[in-house]
């Protein structure tokens, strides 16, 4: 018999998330690498966007709908994605690595008996087995990993594996599964939304700065350079230790780990745990005024000046590109 | 109320990481060990828990004789009993949940204090399997945390914003930066943790469920391009960015 994979689809306000659909793309290539069958499953309330996932090559998708799970609630989407698999016979699941993802990913493989490798940036089948790549000691070193127990959960890194479209993709054809009265012992009652437009954590560029930002009331010119790349603003641990930023935004070993496809360093030395955090950006470009600072070491891009002379200009170059 | 917190002893995070002859693991001569950076976080709530209603703080270890240091850093900070899980081995996430679930509920023990995140092998993931082997609640990333009878209210940092989750005890909460500002041990603390005994026990016996292939490096990058010493390297920038690396 085939093996079977199961995604989960993560929905917030009533929306997939984009790296939802790479996990689907991973699934769909693993598929038709190695004949599995694949599965998806997501859950909440009202979703709509729901029928893009065909797009990746899914072909039927099972709601769990509840209007108590339009919010996140970990006992009950655990009860729910447990049940399912050991129900279905489930042999490999794939969760992106977003905080919901790693919150409920090693709840169900407990309570469905899975072995959990998580924030893997690769994975490959080979001979029935399935071996992980995944960073370590905050990506200062990777490790080739698998599992010994017969069901298994992935969690994949965001912006690492793409979305890609399925040439021959049908439309989804979508079952709905009424939850009656879900065991939400633990729920989610609210959700805050920080000020800021864009998450360092889901953003394609990130704008940084750090202590030769000098001032508080500087980072407006972060924000301006943001706004005009359309990114969302990062900063370092020192200036988050000062108050001028909020914990949100620190990027590196202790704040968050980012992997963009462009990452703006301004006033930011390049200290190893700051570095931890975003050397697997794809393009890197460090602005500061000493040329020996070690951002330099990993900038693909640099500009050895003072950030209050080139960061007004880099926005200024920016705008007139985009008009 | 018995209260746990579970403390892990990791490179401290300035270290630089050589991978060992074998190529599975770090080489950790010369690596300064320190308590997990987001555990002081868990210590500090534990030890505030248990300032508003009494009760008894035991951090709890799992490895090798060199956890101790960790374990004596939380008495030093006010914990009362420091217990070591031995096993010399080196031990996965679910294996390291089973050995404290086993001792968390031979303790009695009905709120649990983690931290978010190990910084070594960067799993976040025992809270939350430690807490599902007990069938305890669990919230995880927590930076505000309320606890009034049976109920818990916490705040849990996510993209984007902060999720309010309501909950009950029992619970395992698993502490992010800003939940509160970890205490310095006094003087005193240190004196008396010095003299206490930390109770070592066998781990709870139990295989890991996953096995590490190879460690590496990752791959050397190689050092870019430094355009110019001022804004007058700015249109080389961002023609490159347009052109060569296509990122805008
Ligand atoms: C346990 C632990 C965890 C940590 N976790 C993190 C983490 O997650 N993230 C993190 O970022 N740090 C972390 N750190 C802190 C880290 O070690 C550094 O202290 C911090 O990253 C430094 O921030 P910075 O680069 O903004 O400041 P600095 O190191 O002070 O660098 C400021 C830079 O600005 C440049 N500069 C000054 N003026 C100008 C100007 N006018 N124009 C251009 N450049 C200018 C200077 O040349 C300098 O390179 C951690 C530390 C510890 C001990
Ligand atoms: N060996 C260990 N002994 C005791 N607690 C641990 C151990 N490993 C991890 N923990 C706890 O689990 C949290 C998350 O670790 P991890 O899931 O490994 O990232 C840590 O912050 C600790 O509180």
Redo the contacts with the bound molecule.
């Keep these: 018999m085939s093996k079977k994979i199961l995604v989960f689809l993560e929905q917030r306000e009533g929306k997939i998330k984009k790296s939802s659909f790479e996990a689907v793309s991973l699934a769909s290539k693993l598929a038709a690498e190695n004949g599995f069958e694949k599965e998806i499953v997501t859950i909440g309330d009202a979703i709509e966007n729901l029928t893009e996932a065909a797009k990746y090559g899914i072909e039927s998708i099972r709601h769990f709908k509840n209007n108590d799970l339009a919010n996140y609630s970990p006992s009950a989407y655990t009860e729910i994605l447990s049940n399912y698999i050991k129900e279905n016979s489930i042999d490999i699941v794939l969760f992106s690595n977003t905080s919901l993802g790693r919150d409920l990913a090693p709840r169900v493989s407990i309570n469905s008996e899975c072995g959990i490798i998580v924030d893997c940036t690769n994975l490959t089948a080979l001979n029935g087995d399935f071996v992980a790549t995944r960073p370590v000691y905050a990506g200062k070193a990777f490790i080739e990993i698998k599992l010994n127990t017969q069901r298994k959960i992935f969690t994949l890194r965001p912006n690492v594996f793409t979305a890609a479209l399925d040439q021959k993709a049908k439309n989804a054809n979508i079952t709905t599964v009424v939850v009656n009265s879900p065991n939400v012992k633990t729920r989610v009652a609210n959700f805050k939304k920080s000020e800021g437009k864009l998450d360092v954590a889901e953003a394609e560029i990130i704008v940084s ?6 001032g508080p009331e500087n980072f407006k010119m972060i924000e301006e350079l943001a706004e005009s790349l359309n990114a969302a603003v990062g ?7 000062a108050g001028w930023r909020p914990h949100g935004e ?7 780990t980012v992997s963009p496809s462009l990452y703006i ?10 570095m ?2 975003m050397s697997s950006a794809k393009y890197i470009v460090a ?4 040329k020996e ?1 070690p ?1 330099f070491s990993i900038a693909d891009y640099g500009i050895a ?6 960061v007004p200009a880099l926005v200024t170059e920016i705008k007139k590109l985009k008009s | 109320m018995k209260i746990a917190v579970c403390v892990s002893h990791v490179p ?3 270290t630089k990481i050589k991978i060992n002859s074998e190529g599975k693991s770090i080489d950790p001569i010369g690596v300064t060990f ?1 308590v997990n ?1 987001y555990d002081e976080y868990a210590i500090e709530e534990a030890l505030k828990t248990k300032e508003k209603f009494g009760g008894e703080v035991f951090a709890i270890s799992v490895g090798g004789e060199a956890n101790k240091e960790t374990i004596r850093k939380a008495l030093a900070m006010g914990a009362d009993n420091g217990i070591l899980l031995k096993d010399n081995n080196e031990r996965d996430s679910f294996a390291v949940a089973k050995a404290l679930a086993e001792e968390i509920k031979l303790i009695g023990c009905e709120l649990v204090f983690m931290g978010k995140q190990s ?1 070594d092998y960067d799993n976040s993931i025992t809270g939350q399997l430690t807490a599902e082997m007990l069938g305890y609640s669990c919230i995880t990333t927590v930076v505000d945390l309320e606890i009034d009878n049976q109920k818990v209210i916490a705040e849990r940092e996510i993209e984007g914003g902060r999720e309010v989750v309501e909950s009950e005890l029992p619970v395992v909460i698993t502490a992010q930066k800003g939940l509160n500002e970890p205490r310095y041990a006094s003087l005193k603390g240190i004196m008396a943790a010095k003299k206490k005994v930390i109770e070592e026990k066998p781990a709870f016996s139990v295989e890991n469920v996953s096995e590490i292939i190879k460690m590496y490096s990752p791959p050397a990058k190689n050092p870019g391009r430094i355009l110019g010493t001022d804004s007058s390297a700015v249109p080389e920038l961002v023609r490159l960015l347009r052109e060569e690396a296509k990122v805008i």
């Design positions: 700065g750090g202590r030769g930002m000098k900063a370092s641990r020192a200036v988050v230790d620190q990027v590196g070993q202790t704040g968050k360093a301004c006033g930011i030395s390049g200290a190893i745990q700051h931890a955090g602005i500061n005024k000493d600072a951002i000046g003072d950030l209050f002379e080139v | 401290d995070t300035a320190v950076p910084v």
